[in-house]
């Protein structure tokens, strides 16, 4: 069973095995949301199911003429992407045919960007088996896998049962009461946001104060595959300044990008830490929250 990553070597052999197992496409661009489909049309690991950030990986809520987003109520999170309830999440699941004997395996072409909310969402489910392709479809392709191109056959309806939560979700009120307190919050957009000097997506600038500020992109070597564990774990401690690990609550804009963070942290020996999935795009809603520049 791969739990955390796998490399494109490593899915070859689970391919060729027979093992049950789905391979998921998540491939997204935040600019462009029809960008990520397209992509997928135009090349993807044979047999992978397409899972879309936008209408697959987050509440789809409804949304006014004017563009205003409203979650439905039973959404788990807030934000620009809420997260489905987790009964929503296993009839998706179970639409696309995964089922809980399968072994699953999500990639992107983004640095891991955005298949790693898939991942934190199966684990959330209560599914341990899942696993990131270490670089993407570019590892994938660079062993010589294969590629396909168009819309796949669709699978079986399967039935995914939820299981106990096996990553924590925390709620804004959790992040608000932990301020100032043994909470340590880790911020993993780009610097020039977490610092309030452009915010492109959001309505106002800034960051959660008292937050730690690192880069998704800070866990990824030049290769696009992710930075050894005695690497990622020497990074974190430089990080933490000597506060505890199991104090980690890991956000970012809407709750995507913090799980390269988060899964980084496991690939290093931490225990697993909980995620903000609102994020700053829930955060900074409410003016009376405090907002931090800098």
């Not at 990520?36 to 992978?48: D, K, S, T, V």
């Not at 209408?55 to 109520?73: K, M, S």
């Not at 709620?171 to 610092?195: C, E, K, Y």
Request: aromatic share 8%; net charge negative.
């Amino acid at each position: 069973m791969f739990t955390t990553l796998i490399t494109a070597e490593q899915l070859l052999a689970l391919k060729s095995s027979g093992a049950p197992l789905m391979v998921f496409d998540c491939s997204f661009d935040l600019m462009n949301p029809a960008a990520g489909a397209h992509q997928y049309l135009e090349r993807h690991i044979p047999g992978a199911v397409y899972a879309n950030l936008d209408t697959d990986l987050a509440d789809a809520g409804v949304v006014e003429p004017d563009g205003t987003h409203h979650p439905h109520a039973d959404a788990a999170s807030g934000g620009r992407h809420p997260l489905p309830s987790r009964e929503k999440f296993a009839m998706w699941l179970s639409k696309v045919g995964f089922g809980n004997a399968m072994q699953a395996v999500v990639y992107d072409r983004q640095n891991a960007n955005y298949c790693g909310r898939l991942w934190w969402m199966l684990k959330w489910a209560g599914h341990d088996a899942v696993a990131v392709l270490d670089g993407g479809l570019q590892a994938w392709q660079a062993a010589g896998g294969a590629v396909s191109a168009g819309e796949e056959p669709a699978h079986f309806q399967a039935n995914f049962r939820l299981g106990p939560p096996l990553r924590r979700l925390v709620a804004t009120s959790d992040v608000q009461a932990g301020l100032g307190g043994a909470q340590t919050l880790i911020d993993a957009r780009a610097t020039p946001r977490f610092r309030g000097e452009v915010e492109p997506l959001d309505p106002v600038a800034g960051h959660i104060p008292g937050a730690f500020n690192r880069p998704f992109a800070q866990n990824l070597g030049p290769d696009g595959r992710f930075k050894p564990a005695a690497q990622l774990r020497s990074e974190f401690e430089q990080l933490l300044q000597g506060r505890d690990p199991s104090t980690v609550v890991h956000h970012c804009g809407s709750g995507v990008s913090a799980i390269p963070n988060l899964l980084a942290m496991e690939l290093a020996g931490f225990a697993p830490t909980a995620l903000y999935a609102g994020s700053w795009s829930e955060w900074c809603r409410d003016p009376s929250r405090p907002v931090a520049r800098g």
